[in-house]
């Protein structure tokens, strides 16, 4: 078999990454660092819970909830028993998990990493899906989807996003609902992997002590060429504004929680890479650990050391969310939406906005200098479509101050905003919507 091989090149450290276009369909994405005792790798697929509907042909299949996560289980479980025993008799440490808009299967080892690396893309290309063992799964994942729904923080999250989306597939749970699990059959599953496990839709992440030329010898012997990629995801139009600003509800909390999302236009590609990096900037320029306003809500007993923020990102959404604990919810939301105001108005505090773009530019350096973190940036940026798993590092020197300025505009609408909050059952609070 013959591969085209792209060599990719951080300008600023000299770091590579190989671009492999494997005659399968795959492509293989590889960082040699024969400086580690250890090796990585990732194979992962673009399917994950909010891949719901797809259309094949004339036909369109819509699938129930928690489905990705389903298939992610089955397929450690073949005709001769537990895959993760193979690893673990290879010395090597396997697992697997489900994303929103990815599967991964990967492994870390010391030692037998080509003989390990062979039995992944085995297993991962291989089902064996019957009636008996999808049914012996069932209550496995339904336990699973139990201790989630017991879980404060995993529930917060799903309420916000309930708040935030109206048809986008981000909820419920990404295991499901106790009726969808109970809809999942082995057809179910023997057609999820049919339409997306297809080499055209995946890719192989290696990095750490390996070797370029060694895996394409693995890849040529254990991949099956796939055909062209059939299956098309069908979404529904998604509306600009949130469900609704606010939502209350009762948990096992021990102190009120709250989430604050600010709900955006979602983009694609390098400009989702993109927009994803400065929005964390913005956010931590806003209220992260070196901001005044962090410090003052901190004095204030607003908020607690709990307190953090993320960029919830992918193809199809875009949240920048602010979470923590407080006695006062509604408070944290007013600074932070004034906040925003202010900066708007009076511009950005530059020196801050210089620190926290070199703590984050020198985060992205040092995490390609690590086996599993060089996997997943190279995975990333497949899933989004990028070509360089170094164009992360790239944009962050490029942001500048007005690129701040703009982002406080387009991604901090006043008008995108919900905020959910999980206060103590012992409150007696029913939910409620405003």
């Known amino acids: 078999m013959h591969s085209e091989i792209i060599t990719l090149k951080?300008?600023?450290?000299?770091?590579?990454?190989?671009?492999?276009?494997?005659?399968?369909?795959?492509?293989?994405?590889?960082?040699?660092?024969?400086?580690?005792?250890t090796a990585y790798?990732?194979?992962?697929?673009?399917?994950?819970?909010?891949?719901?509907?797809f259309r094949q042909g004339d036909s369109v299949t819509a699938l129930p909830a928690g489905t990705a996560h389903y298939l992610?289980?089955?397929?450690f479980e073949k005709e001769d028993g537990d895959v993760a025993k193979k690893f673990a008799l290879l010395g090597a440490s396997v697992n697997a998990f489900t994303d929103f808009d990815r599967t991964v299967y990967y492994f870390r080892t010391q030692q037998h990493y080509y003989e390990a690396l062979g039995l992944l893309l085995r297993f991962v290309q291989e089902p064996y899906f019957t009636a008996d063992t999808v049914e012996r799964e069932r209550n496995i994942i339904l336990q699973e989807l139990m201790e989630a729904l017991d879980d404060p923080a995993d529930q917060g999250f799903m309420h916000l996003l309930e708040g935030l989306y109206h048809s986008y597939p981000l909820h419920p749970d990404i295991l499901g609902t106790a009726e969808s699990i109970r809809q999942i059959t082995a057809e179910t599953l023997h057609q999820s992997h049919r339409a997306f496990y297809n080499l055209?839709?995946?890719?192989?992440?290696?990095?750490?002590n390996v070797r370029v030329q060694e895996i394409l010898g693995i890849a040529?012997?254990?991949?099956?060429?796939?055909?062209?990629?059939?299956?098309?995801?069908?979404?529904?139009?998604?509306?600009?504004?949130?469900?609704?600003?606010?939502?209350k509800c009762a948990m096992s909390v021990g102190k009120t929680q709250f989430s604050i999302g600010f709900k955006s236009r979602p983009a694609a590609g390098t400009q989702l890479l993109h927009?994803?990096?400065?929005?964390?900037?913005?956010?931590?320029?806003?209220?992260?650990?070196?901001?005044?306003?962090?410090q003052r809500l901190l004095h204030e007993g607003l908020i607690n050391d709990?307190?953090?923020?993320?960029?919830?990102?992918?193809?199809?959404?875009?949240?920048?969310?602010?979470?923590?604990?407080?006695?006062?919810?509604e408070a944290v939301l007013q600074a932070l939406c004034d906040e925003i105001r202010r900066m708007q108005t009076e511009g950005i505090d530059e020196a801050l906005f210089a620190v926290l773009k070199k703590a984050a530019y020198g985060d992205s350096i040092i995490g390609m200098n690590n086996p599993e973190s060089a996997c997943t940036a190279m995975l990333d940026a497949y899933i989004w479509g990028c070509g360089s798993p170094f164009d992360r590092t790239a944009m962050l020197a490029d942001l500048t101050a007005a690129d701040i300025r703009q982002c406080l505009s387009e991604r901090f609408s006043g008008e995108s905003v919900c905020l959910s909050v999980a206060e103590p059952e012992s409150t007696g609070k029913e939910e409620s919507e405003l």
């Not at 992610?72 to 397929?75: N, Q």
């Not at 055209?200 to 750490?208: E, R, T």
């Not at 927009?275 to 962090?294: K, N």
């Not at 307190?307 to 407080?326: H, L, R």
């Open 72 to 75: 992610e289980h089955k397929l």
């Open 10 to 37: 951080d300008a600023g450290t000299g770091d590579c990454c190989f671009r492999i276009l494997h005659p399968s369909g795959l492509e293989i994405r590889v960082m040699e660092m024969p400086d580690f005792s």
């Open 220 to 247: 040529d012997k254990y991949l099956i060429p796939a055909p062209p990629m059939q299956a098309e995801p069908l979404f529904a139009p998604e509306p600009a504004a949130p469900v609704t600003a606010y939502r």
């Open 41 to 53: 790798a990732q194979f992962g697929v673009k399917f994950g819970s909010v891949y719901r509907k």
């Open 275 to 294: 927009d994803s990096l400065l929005a964390s900037l913005t956010a931590d320029l806003l209220i992260g650990s070196a901001a005044p306003l962090y």
């Open 306 to 329: 709990t307190f953090d923020t993320d960029c919830f990102t992918g193809t199809g959404w875009f949240t920048v969310i602010f979470e923590g604990e407080s006695d006062q919810p």
């Open 200 to 208: 055209h839709n995946m890719v192989l992440c290696c990095a750490g």
